[in-house]
């Protein structure tokens, strides 16, 4: 087996890893693992913009109250504090590295989005994680420090118990090498976990294709905490359309005026402000239970977003990127409304972390979509996941930088190499049932009754893809069917633990919030 030996590694090439590798590669040797190409994470997807309190009509206490309204009770307040006023600087800095924002006149464009009471979002366009993520990219790929490693897909940790006096610790990770099909041991004696969410886990969902929640089903395997895995966002307006799959209509459409209506089929009335006071600019987790409240009373397959009431050039100003994506597809937004259903979005839960984002192993760090902060709690506010992976990436690359490091413990060898492989379209049937599976029964609404069925399910798939994985020679496709099922039971497990409606997450069976608001908290030691 293959050993390579960095100071620190970053699994996972999106905001969170690049600014990660950026900062410590002054004084580090930072290996970027990703599973595909580096431009491939859900930064790169990102549309909206990032929060942060630019304007003297705004503060910062009214973006920490914006986000603990959200949160829905669950926000963590010095995580929350601690993003909130980290995000200036943040813009400063990537405006420091040349990323295009929009200007007016000059100044930063400050857009509002769905849950913020005043303007306060930094925005490239409507592409604001490409420009970023383009950026970013282009200054790790010259920076001597930073090695990449593609198509490098994480198995495992690599487990140390010995380098911190025997308490549990990592000392690296496997690594699937695609182009050779060998599995590559990366040590290290600091390892950041960036991998992104789980949004693949559902049948609809606005992630790409690597947003399988590798981080954290390797993490729970290597004895870390995760916390809040109920609360998956679905964003209330991907485009439904056959060939888009799940395009994201950005939060700022609504920001910028777009209303809500049901098809002309079902009266084409607007219906927002019948489910909440603040209508089309309530929380995402409001507008998709009312769309897909909408959508199930009315037997819809979608509802329509209009915008056409701005003119062609605000549009192609404001969204030339969503204007042109519709127009591929026959959508002239200039003049008819955009076709949307909820998808999901963001996992708000994940490894837990404390400020500067350490998880339960020495030598483990998790940032991003891969960690549960606090900030987020029951329901993310729009926006404020990218200032997230900037404050926290810095927090970690500080403490791992001040801190001494400890010795590298050598990694076991892997298992022998099996001449056994499984079938890719039995795998790909795998994930397909287990995507509709968790769609139709840990979806947008909830119940006990369904989330036992669910329960049942996962855990019959996860004995049976757990023995394939120890006999079949591994694949991509098989690791990450492994981490989708890993996934699953532990969003399954938290909602079947959570007697109450809160933020994201609404049960049938349990409509009411309890009177006191309490994080989900899982240890693998329990199960």
């Known amino acids: 087996m293959a050993s390579l030996q960095f100071d620190v590694l970053v699994v996972g090439s999106g905001l969170a890893g690049l600014t990660t590798a950026l900062h410590l590669a002054p004084t580090r040797r930072v290996a970027v693992l990703t599973k595909r190409s580096v431009s491939d994470g859900a930064s790169q997807w990102a549309q909206g913009g990032i929060a942060a309190v630019l304007d003297a009509k705004d503060s910062m206490a009214s973006h920490i109250d914006?986000?603990?309204?959200?949160?829905?009770?669950?926000?963590?307040?010095?995580?929350?504090?601690?993003?909130?006023?980290?995000?200036?600087?943040?813009?400063?800095?990537?405006r420091e590295l040349g990323v295009p924002f929009s200007l007016e006149e000059g100044e930063l464009h400050l857009t509002r989005e769905g849950g913020h009471s005043q303007r306060r979002i930094v925005h490239a366009a409507d592409a604001t994680g490409a420009a970023v993520q383009r950026t970013l990219i282009e200054l790790a790929r010259r920076?001597?420090?930073?090695?990449?490693?593609?198509?490098?897909?994480?198995?495992?940790?690599?487990?140390?118990?010995?380098?911190?006096?025997?308490?549990?610790?990592?000392?690296?990770?496997?690594?699937?090498?695609?182009?050779?099909?060998?599995v590559v041991a990366f040590n290290a004696p600091q390892t950041v976990l960036a991998t992104g969410g789980a949004g693949q886990v559902y049948l609809h969902t606005t992630n790409p294709a690597t947003a399988t929640g590798d981080g954290i089903a390797?993490?729970?395997?290597?004895?870390?905490?995760?916390?809040?895995?109920?609360?998956?966002?679905?964003?209330?307006?991907?485009?439904?359309?056959?060939?888009?799959?799940?395009?994201?209509?950005?939060?700022?459409?609504?920001?910028?005026?777009?209303?809500?209506?049901?098809?002309?089929?079902?009266?084409?009335?607007?219906?927002?402000?019948?489910?909440?006071?603040?209508?089309?600019?309530?929380?995402?987790?409001?507008?998709?239970?009312?769309?897909?409240?909408?959508?199930?009373?009315?037997?819809?397959?979608?509802?329509?977003?209009?915008?056409?009431?701005?003119?062609?050039?605000?549009?192609q100003h404001h969204f030339p990127n969503i204007l042109a994506r519709c127009a591929t597809h026959?959508?002239?937004?200039?003049?008819?409304?955009?076709?949307?259903?909820?998808?999901?979005?963001?996992?708000?839960?994940?490894v837990v972390t404390d400020l500067q984002g350490r998880t339960d192993l020495a030598g483990l760090y998790a940032i991003g979509e891969t960690a549960c902060t606090g900030l987020h709690g029951a329901n993310r506010l729009a926006s404020n996941s990218l200032v997230e992976c900037m404050v926290f990436a810095r927090a970690a690359a500080q403490q791992i930088t001040d801190a001494?490091?400890?010795?590298?413990?050598?990694?076991?060898?892997?298992?022998?190499?099996?001449?056994?492989?499984?079938?890719?379209?039995?795998?790909?049937?795998?994930?397909?049932?287990?995507?509709?599976?968790?769609?139709?029964?840990?979806?947008?609404?909830?119940?006990?009754?369904?989330?036992?069925?669910?329960?049942?399910?996962?855990d019959a798939q996860r004995r049976e893809t757990e023995a394939l994985f120890a006999d079949a020679r591994l694949t991509r496709d098989l690791v990450e069917l492994r981490n989708l099922v890993q996934i699953a039971q532990l969003v399954v497990r938290s909602a079947r633990s959570r007697l109450e409606s809160r933020g994201l997450h609404f049960r049938l069976d349990h409509p009411d919030s309890a009177a006191r608001a309490t994080p989900t908290l899982l240890a693998p030691l329990a199960e």
């Not at 939060?251 to 089929?265: C, D, F, H, I, Q």
């Not at 010795?407 to 039995?426: I, K, M, Q």
């Open 66 to 94: 914006d986000t603990l309204v959200a949160g829905a009770g669950l926000c963590d307040l010095p995580a929350t504090r601690l993003v909130v006023e980290g995000a200036p600087a943040c813009i400063a800095w990537l």
């Open 143 to 182: 920076t001597p420090n930073i090695h990449f490693f593609e198509h490098h897909a994480l198995v495992d940790l690599i487990p140390g118990s010995g380098i911190a006096h025997g308490a549990p610790a990592c000392a690296g990770v496997y690594a699937l090498d695609e182009s050779t099909g060998e």
């Open 218 to 315: 390797a993490a729970w395997r290597a004895g870390c905490r995760v916390s809040n895995m109920e609360f998956i966002q679905f964003h209330p307006t991907s485009l439904f359309h056959p060939d888009a799959q799940s395009f994201l209509i950005s939060e700022a459409v609504r920001g910028e005026g777009g209303v809500l209506r049901l098809p002309a089929s079902a009266g084409g009335h607007r219906f927002m402000p019948m489910h909440d006071a603040r209508a089309e600019l309530a929380p995402r987790d409001v507008v998709a239970r009312a769309i897909d409240a909408e959508m199930k009373k009315h037997g819809l397959d979608c509802v329509h977003l209009d915008i056409s009431h701005q003119s062609p050039a605000f549009l």
């Open 330 to 350: 026959g959508i002239d937004i200039t003049r008819e409304p955009i076709p949307v259903v909820p998808a999901a979005h963001y996992t708000c839960g994940g």
């Open 404 to 458: 001494p490091d400890p010795a590298a413990a050598a990694a076991l060898p892997w298992r022998a190499h099996s001449a056994h492989e499984a079938d890719p379209g039995e795998i790909a049937r795998r994930v397909e049932g287990l995507r509709r599976l968790m769609w139709e029964h840990a979806g947008i609404v909830r119940s006990g009754d369904a989330l036992e069925r669910a329960a049942e399910r996962i």
